[in-house]
């Protein structure tokens, strides 16, 4: 039975406020039916205030009958780009905040199989709702200027979050899309919730069933990159793991025993780089897979999920590290130390220094990363041309020993 609730005091923020006002007048010109709904409709019952990270919003319009036309509107209104995908009934505006809003005709979905993209029928907010992954993401916030702020629930979303409960529409939901087994992971301990007992059965059946096979790389990638952002993304995976669900996504792949301790050092090391490192290109998902992956899982995850060549360039060179800081003793002179890293990438080295277990290569691997690879050459090629060496390996070796020679100064 739907549940309406009227008049719920929710404190919007007088950016978002504005913006929903205007679109809840557009529509109501245009004799339509106008809601927010998901994430934000979410986060506004739960605190009482909706959370702008970093100046930036995800918003979810959904409107009867002509999504599109409402956005074309609004683009007009605040002299924004516009992208639109007709046949969808979708539009997508992003504000000068950096508001990003969605803009989608109601409608239901099928799937043909487990892991397809779904089939679309514009429809009903009704149907719209039900068709959403989660009880806790399908209440709709009226935006008409008459009804403004009334909560629409068609599915328990208000008990579910008053319960703090994560829970799907209908039993079928995980196999339909898998990748739903990530997320409710992600809601329940980014909001300190519990995937319901049935949801919980739902998964492990799902899983025992291969669902994730469905899947492609790219999907699940994604799925990993958005709990890197999350706060809680350690008890994520430690949470994946009571599923056994890295081993499904590629076999013989489990957390590292110490799994808590490299994550805490990966962490660090990324603030650290932040702090020591500003003006660097660090990527820092890149040192969060780090974390995650060994030595003998690093290429069939980078297979089974498609990396990037420079992705898997990086993670591949973590191994290669470790042998190679085997070589450097105690009393290297920094041009050893130069030489043997000046190859690696970044995320490599700043990882291994905080990840190592030897103080004394901790601080060479830190010498480098702020002082080494920061050395200008006294002299250069172009110097040597004028001199009149002639470019080949006996000019490589001429260059190399003045840099050399420079470096090893600096320990004097």
């Known amino acids: 039975m739907v549940s309406i609730v009227k008049n719920i005091a929710l404190n919007i923020p007088d950016r978002l406020l504005t913006y929903l006002r205007q679109i809840g007048s557009v529509s109501n010109q245009r004799s339509v039916k106008a809601y927010t709904v998901g994430g934000v409709v979410r986060d506004l019952i739960l605190s009482n205030e909706c959370q702008i990270k970093d100046g930036t919003l995800d918003l979810d319009i959904v409107i009867e009958n002509n999504a599109i036309g409402v956005a074309q509107k609004i683009a007009d209104d605040f002299t924004t780009s516009i992208n ?40 009903s907010i009704k149907e719209d709702l039900y068709r959403r992954d989660f009880s806790i993401n399908a209440i709709a916030m009226s935006i008409l200027p008459t009804d403004f702020g009334n909560l629409l629930d068609y599915t ?45 059965g739902l998964i492990q059946n799902s899983i025992n069933q291969n669902h994730l096979d469905n899947i492609s790389g790219q999907r699940i990638r994604k799925e990993f990159n958005r709990i890197f952002s999350e706060e809680f993304a ?14 499904a996504i590629v076999p013989c792949w489990n957390l590292p025993q110490d799994f808590s301790q490299i994550w805490k050092n990966t962490l660090q090391a990324i603030d650290w780089s932040k702090q020591y490192l500003p003006n660097e290109q660090i990527d820092q998902n890149t040192m969060l897979w780090m974390a995650l992956l060994d030595k003998k899982t690093t290429k069939t995850v980078s297979h089974r999920l498609k990396f990037e060549k ?20 105690y009393s290297a002179k920094p041009s050893h130390v130069y030489q043997l890293l000046n190859s690696y990438p970044l995320e490599t080295l700043i990882f291994s220094f905080w990840n190592h277990e030897h103080h004394w290569q901790k601080e060479q691997i830190r010498n480098y990363l702020l002082t080494l690879r920061h050395v200008q050459p006294k002299i250069t090629g172009k110097d040597l041309l004028k001199q009149g060496h002639i470019p080949g390996p006996e000019m490589a070796d001429t260059l190399w020993n003045s840099l050399a020679r420079q470096l090893d100064e600096l320990k004097r």
């Open 84 to 123: 639109i995908h007709k046949q969808f009934g979708t539009a997508k505006i992003i504000t000068k905040e950096d508001f990003r809003i969605d803009f989608v005709t109601a409608r239901s979905e099928t799937y043909q199989t487990s892991g397809a993209l779904p089939s679309v029928t514009f429809n």
């Open 156 to 200: 328990g979303g208000l008990i579910d979050l008053k319960n703090a409960s994560v829970r799907t529409l209908h039993n079928q939901s995980y196999r339909d899309d898998p990748t739903r087994i990530f997320r409710a992971i992600r809601y329940e301990q980014r909001y300190n919730f519990r995937i319901s007992q049935t949801d919980q």
């Open 234 to 247: 350690q008890k994520s995976f430690h949470r994946m793991e009571d599923f056994v669900l890295f081993s």
């Open 310 to 329: 420079r992705l898997q360039e990086k993670l591949n060179a973590k191994s290669r590290l470790i042998t190679d800081l085997k070589k450097l003793s």
